[in-house]
């Protein structure tokens, strides 16, 4: 008997494997459970249904294969769209909705539905506070949950539970586009500032590459504090240069550092040059190298007088080619683009002209 | 893959994933993707049917093959998703949204027929949705996102009737959501992301507002999402996702940065995301393949010109 070689079964042609969907919302969830489960009657054979005549799906254009599909989906929404079309505001609605928001949470009408429906019958909102609660915990990457969540939030004027919320939702998925905003707006609607910064923090430590963090970051700061006190700026600039670093091909927190001396500028924070430049032998990285273009740019913009011209275009100049030749030749049309920019703006002819361009 | 001992997020393309255009496959699932009505999955999206009708279409006209679909019966079917607001749902019984009315109006304009629904009710529809900020809502239930700001001025453009908003105030609001890093969210102080930077340069594109934006740093930002595989991500340290491409690329396109992405690289990247067995695009490499995927990826091969792209796209070119 041959010993058989046991493969590891790497999917077909993706080293990196990720089941999640990476978009905000993609394809439409697929309920796996499908027949029905032992003792389910379909509305079609329910008498207390018996009065609602439902109606099937009509969407246009003609089949020319038919598939059957789910006998329970085809049967509820066939029930959904019979209420509908009677407007009927009643309880045997509002838990039909549930079931058919289970079969499909991206429909948007079921969940138009379900919120006149919570009004007309006055229901109570804590307990569809728990209902959404566990839908989202289901399916937290679809905007019609969320936009119900917030609803009922803002009719209870209760947002007591949305921060222990949100920050369970993104200790599954840190970057959950949805769970941050909703986090924001109830930070922000509620004034629910206190401890975020501290948060922001919890979840670098976790992954300083979280993008997400970064920039909750910057929106706490930038509607308490502000950047402009000079040491909040002290503290964020060096806050950051400890995360690089740690993690020094961090796309997020160069992005960081750039954005918030924007401002006042890169060339107007003492010591900022030596100090990244001081990076460079054990953290260098393509951002380093394009955070050292954007400065040796600035200098030559403000031209404060300081710099020597020719030395520090040559230097910009230099950066540019390696990134475009060797340390970042994804993007070397950018480089270039930069290079030509910056000759074209400063060069007084001394310097020396770039290296001949590869085709 | 590990750069300075630390772990990029990517994926790696396999040497026998497809490397050419299989088009005939895309083609083949798209006509008849519209032919399985009792299709779970085809049920399943009944609730953004407007928009995948659009987004089939549109693939199908880039492949020349736009009589394959029936037109009369679209038609019709828009008809019968016009409510008496004005505003038009993804599908009959269900209620109106900006996203669908933008979608429903793109596909009267590929087959020039705007005039098959009320086109002044429509109009006061998306100009009803305006908030005073200036953004807009989708519907009556009023999430607000830069996305609502794109489809009611692309609507609105399509049918001539602009003027039917404040201009002005829609400006300031999306340039409310322009972020430190160049990017824009879908309110403000939302992270910076593609499908949302799409959405707000193509906002000021049409609305003749393209310089508010730095170019050059949005530029930057947007070519790097290319990863070492050629693909592309939606915002920094997430895995590259096809659709990624389109948003990406289009909104290079509108600020005139197209040239700054490796073509070639993405090109490979996008053409090994197919599925050799039932056409279609998936993901990345290796997953299952989605409708919708498939329009963005046709052009991103190259075989048709970004402006042509475009022009499917708002039924215009942009200015560059």
Redesign the interface.
């Known amino acids: 008997m041959s010993v058989e070689e046991i493969s590891n079964s790497l999917p077909e042609a993706a080293e990196e494997v990720q089941t999640n969907n990476e978009n905000m919302e993609g394809e439409p969830e697929m309920a796996y459970d499908e027949s029905p489960r032992e003792g389910y009657v379909l509305y079609r054979d329910r008498k207390e249904w018996a009065d609602l005549e439902p109606v099937p799906q009509d969407d246009g254009p003609n089949p020319v294969v038919k598939i059957a599909y789910s006998e329970r989906f085809r049967d509820v929404y066939d029930y959904f769209r019979a209420l509908l079309k009677h407007d009927e505001k009643s309880e045997r609605a509002l838990a039909l909705t549930a079931e058919a928001i289970e079969l499909n949470a991206a429909n948007y009408t079921v969940w138009h539905y379900r919120r006149v429906l919570l009004q007309a019958l006055e229901k109570d909102l804590r307990v569809e506070m728990k209902y959404i609660t566990a839908i989202i915990e289901d399916q937290p990457k679809n905007y019609q949950v969320w936009h119900h969540r917030r609803m009922v939030v803002e009719w209870l004027s209760d947002p007591s539970e949305e921060l222990q919320f949100t920050a369970e939702i993104l200790s599954q998925d840190a970057k959950n586009y949805h769970a941050w905003q909703h986090r924001q707006w109830v930070i922000q609607e509620y004034k629910l500032w206190a401890g975020e910064l501290e948060y922001v923090e919890e979840l670098l430590e976790e992954d300083v590459r979280n993008n997400s963090a970064w920039n909750q970051r910057h929106f706490v700061i930038s509607r308490t504090t502000t950047y402009s006190p000079p040491k909040v700026l002290e503290r964020e600039v060096q806050y950051t240069i400890r995360q690089i670093k740690k993690a020094p091909h961090n796309e997020s927190a160069w992005n960081y550092l750039k954005g918030i001396l924007q401002p006042t500028g890169l060339s107007s924070y003492a010591g900022l040059l030596e100090q990244v430049e001081g990076l460079q032998g054990s953290c260098c990285s393509p951002y380093l190298l394009g955070f050292l273009v954007d400065y040796y740019e600035e200098a030559l913009e403000t031209n404060g007088g300081k710099y020597n011209l020719t030395e520090t275009l040559n230097k910009a100049l230099g950066l540019c080619d390696l990134l475009a030749q060797d340390q970042d030749t994804i993007r070397r049309e950018y480089w270039r683009y930069v290079a030509r920019t910056l000759q074209s703006k400063y060069d007084s002819g001394e310097t020396s002209p770039p290296p001949t361009e590869q085709q | 893959m590990a ?2 001992g ?1 772990q ?7 040497p ?2 497809p490397n050419s255009l299989i088009l005939d496959k895309h083609a083949d699932y798209i006509a ?1 993707y ?8 085809y ?7 407007m928009s995948g ?1 659009y987004w089939g279409l549109t693939v199908m006209d880039l492949m020349g093959q736009l009589d394959r ?2 037109q009369e ?2 038609i ?2 828009i008809k ?1 998703c016009q409510h008496d607001c004005g505003g038009i ?7 109106p ?1 900006l996203l669908y009315t933008l979608s429903a109006v793109q596909i009267l304009t590929l087959y020039d027929r705007v005039k098959a629904i009320d086109v002044d009710k429509v109009v006061d529809y998306v100009g009803g949705l305006q908030q005073e900020d200036g953004s807009f809502a989708g ?1 009556k ?1 009023g ?1 607000i996102d830069t996305r609502f700001s794109f489809c009611a001025v692309a609507t609105l453009a399509l049918l001539g009737r602009l003027d039917a908003v404040d201009v002005g105030k829609a400006v300031e609001f999306v340039l409310s959501c322009m ?3 160049g990017g824009f ?3 403000p ?5 593609a ?1 949302q930077i799409y959405c707000c340069t193509g906002f000021l594109s049409i609305t003749g507002q393209l310089h508010q934006v730095n170019a050059d740093l949005l ?3 947007l ?2 999402r ?1 990863l ?1 595989s ?1 693909g592309l ?7 590259p ?1 096809v ?1 990624y491409s389109w948003w990406v690329l289009a909104a290079l396109k509108i600020i005139g940065r197209i ?4 073509k070639a ?1 993405l090109r490979a990247f996008i053409l ?1 995301c197919q599925d050799e067995e039932t056409g279609g695009f998936a ?5 299952m393949p ?1 409708l ?1 995927k498939a329009l963005w990826i046709r052009d991103m091969t190259g075989t048709v010109p970004g402006n042509q792209l475009l022009k499917e796209g708002f039924g215009y070119c942009p200015s560059q």
């Open positions: 750069i300075n630390t990029i997020k990517d994926v790696v393309i396999k026998d994933a008849a519209g032919s399985k009505k009792d299709d779970y999955e049920t399943l999206s009944e609730y953004l049917r009708i679909m029936n019966e679209i019709d079917f019968s749902s993804a599908s009959t019984g269900h209620d949204h519907d239930w999430e972020n430190f890093d969210g879908c309110r102080g939302s992270e910076s992301h499908g530029g930057w930002w070519c790097e290319q070492p050629g991500n939606g915002r920094p340290e997430k895995l996702d659709c040239h700054w992405i490796d690289k090994a993901d990345r490499p290796g997953d989605a919708l």
